[in-house]
């Protein structure tokens, strides 16, 4: 075999081997240094006994359950906080809903929508207004205004024919009924063979009733009257 054998002397110059050598003299240096600091200045773990390290170790998991289960009842508590928060908001939101919606019905706030127009001319009674407004209702009319009176369960129609007035308003010749609803089931409702337009016709042979469906959106007026009862209270 040819080639050259290095002397123990090249080995240990070799950068590779020397760096190899400080780090296994800087490993012992720490492990002596450790064991003779150890029994003077020691921790206080290390004069525990088994028993003592034993107990120590139970404690700390028994102080990390009752953590853990501290953690879980806040969180559950946090959870049943968003849930209550969350119902609560959704509740008063019906509850605002529902009292626009009654205040709407009973006339104590205006209201706009899509429905009818009914323009009447000529002689006509108040009993036939009051018949063209029931048919209103009962064909599922919201909210009905005649002239700019709004019409709620106390609005009455009295005077004789030419001459009428509602809640003490006096119509005029021609005058104007709106109802909020849908268009064609008004109208459908009001002008059916036999309905309440050709029973105004038959009774009232001078009144002229035309009927048109509106899409645009008619607002109409609040009760001026006092809707609040005076003799009747809530019964809880």
């Known amino acids: 075999m040819t080639g050259r054998r290095l002397s123990s002397g090249s080995a240990i110059r070799d950068p590779r081997s020397q760096l190899a050598l400080a780090l296994v003299a800087g490993i012992l240096g720490f492990l002596v240094v450790g ?6 200045g020691g921790s206080a773990l290390q004069s525990k006994s088994a028993q003592d ?19 879980s009842d806040l969180q559950k508590q946090r959870d049943e906080l968003r849930a209550d928060r969350a119902g609560g908001a959704t509740s008063l939101d019906q509850i605002q ?3 626009a919606r009654i205040r709407a019905w009973s006339g104590l706030d205006p209201v706009a929508g899509k429905g009818v127009r009914i323009t009447i001319s000529g002689e006509v009674g108040a009993a036939s207004i009051d018949d ?7 064909a599922g009319a919201e909210a009905i205004a005649v002239e700019d009176v709004r019409v709620v369960a106390r609005t009455t129609v009295g005077g ?8 003490g308003l006096l119509l ?11 268009p064609e089931v008004l109208v459908g409702s009001l002008t059916r063979v036999g309905g309440i337009i050709a029973q105004i ?10 009927v048109k469906p509106t899409d645009k959106l008619m607002t109409l007026p609040a009760s001026s009257r006092d809707l609040v009862p005076q003799h009747g209270r809530p019964v809880s």
């Open 172 to 182: 005029r010749d021609p005058f104007t009924i709106r109802a909020i609803g849908k």
């Open 201 to 210: 016709g038959a009774t009232n042979p001078s009144a002229i009733v035309d």
């Open 53 to 71: 390290l034993t107990t120590l170790v139970a404690n700390l998991n028994a102080q990390n359950d009752d953590l853990r289960a501290e953690i």
């Open 160 to 167: 004789v024919p030419g001459s009428l007035d509602v809640d």
């Open 35 to 40: 064991q003779l600091n150890g029994p003077s």
């Open 132 to 138: 063209l407004l029931n048919e209103l209702r009962n």
């Open 97 to 99: 809903t529902d009292l």
